[in-house]
């Protein structure tokens, strides 16, 4: 009996629409032409230069005490300010970088969930809709490939960590086309991180 | 006789199709899960995200939900008419599937069975994923049984409709894999099994739905996601999905959870929210238990048959109902009667199966039969004003009423 073989076609038609549907994700992501550096008074006003940018799709690196992601609110406020970013698909996946003196406390609390993961030195949890959230110290910081936005507080961080930071940016295992900035920062590390965008 | 099966069967779902119809408008505002799927559904085209609802079940429903909306607007019709549209078309699916697996006297009391049941015309009448996946489901299963007899253009089919399953929701995961296994297994023993049937039955039943699946999540991936993210999504989902416990429910202090007394015991349960005195309106959930009661013998007697008289789609059939019965049985997850629905076709038929085959041996057969169906059709239509939430005189259904657990909300 002639029997028509499929599975060629099948396996060619399901690859090319696997990676199309892959194409669109990350064609869905956009960028700042150049690099940017903004001061913002308050953490909430983050999202606004974020929107005002057209970001999209975009990994967040936040060096923060606090995750400002409460699913609560339409408006911004130092609260929500991540939990709204996602929302507006400004932000896919976050990195919450927690100052090194806060670590044990942070990291004892999270040891108590069963839905956050220990994995090689970071935490690794989701937000309530799914998005993925990774709790870390910056000596555990991987290079990432892609470009991404960094969110400094820097209330929490002292000179000392806000210089790995730079070396981070320095030596390319962190790439940002646009960095925000919220409180006090020494001029010093301003102007290196200043130095870094003039750079790139 | 063709024409004439025809026509009593365009019959039978014009009244499964007017069952779930009646009065489809009432109430106009959300009722029930509306209230979440119906802004998730918007939410999931615009955005990806899927708030108010969870993120871990697959999202096709949406996609439905939102299709329906769009061409009859955001009212109860746009709504509730893709549950109304396939819960109507399932009868007509089970139907054929039964002839296929049996004959055409057990397909017409299943097909029966199923237009009235109350709790498949009651989830019929909302967005109901159950009654979406059990539409998509038997139809990847008749197609696959075609292929098992010999018709080989039904293979892809039948990888569609099992990817528009598991897009759905996940109840016949397992089920999808073990009809992949099975038809492995039933082409090896018919010495039909080379290379590139494998391949063919692989890349089908395998590579297309997973496909189907992954193309579902197309507005997530528009969140600027990729494959790899996908793949440590569904991670998260599966995990997330066993962090739901009897407390994550609403009506969980007042449902029965366990799927082993759906074929056990009568299940009445709800509650009357008015009443005069003498008619009350509830909302109940229920299974109809003097058909589900006979679901263990019915199965004995089909395996028994089985082993005397080896048939191959009927093994078919045997392996879906245990592979979508058994892990819901097994599973730490509360399962509610709404979740029923996803085994309540085999059951049906399996049932009917049973019955014709003692019907088969008495004399006046046809006779005993028409009364059988018809006892069972009015029965259901007594239970009718039950689902429509309509109000109903206490003297007669209050002792059925009190075999379950009703609480008064008047």
Redesign the interface.
Known sequence: MNRKTVWPWIAVVCSLLLVCVTFWGVNARSYAPRPVITQTGEPRDTLHAWEESGLRGRILFSFDRHLHAENEGEQPSNDNFISLAVKKNIVRKIFHVIPDESWAEVSATLSKYTLVKRQEGYFRTWLEDGTPLYILKIGDIKPVAEKVLININAGYWDAQQLSAVVRLLENHSLSSDFITISGEMSPNILNAISNYEKAH | MKKRTNFYLLILVAFALTLRLWGISTPATFMGDEGMLVPASGNYIK?????PDH??HPPLKYLLLQSCIRILGSNPYGWRMVSVLLGTMSVFILFLLTREFFDEKVAWLAATLLAVDPTHVMQSRVPAEEVYIVFFFLWGLFMTARYIKGD?RC??WA?VFLGLTLATKLYFSLASLMLFLTVLFLKHKDKKLDW??F??I???LI??P??IY??S??AW???????F?FI??QG??Y??LQ?VTIDSYAMGKVADSNPTHWITKPLFYGFKYRTDGAWSEYHVDMTNFPIWILTIPSFLYLVLRIFKRPDRVWGLFAVSFASTYIPMIVIKRPMFIYSSITVLPFILVTVSFFLVSLLNRLACQERYFAFLKGAVVSWCLFLYPLVLGKAVPDVIYTPLLEIGRIYNLH
Do not use: M
């Not at chain 2, 991936?221 to 494959?227: A, C, L, P, Q, V």
């Open positions: 955005t990806g995200h899927v708030d993120f871990y080989d293979l892809v990888g590139s049937s391949l063919d692989s890349a089908s590579l297309l997973l496909t992954v193309l999540y197309y991936f528009g969140r600027g996601y990729d494959i993210d440590r999504f998260d989902s995990r997330e962090t």
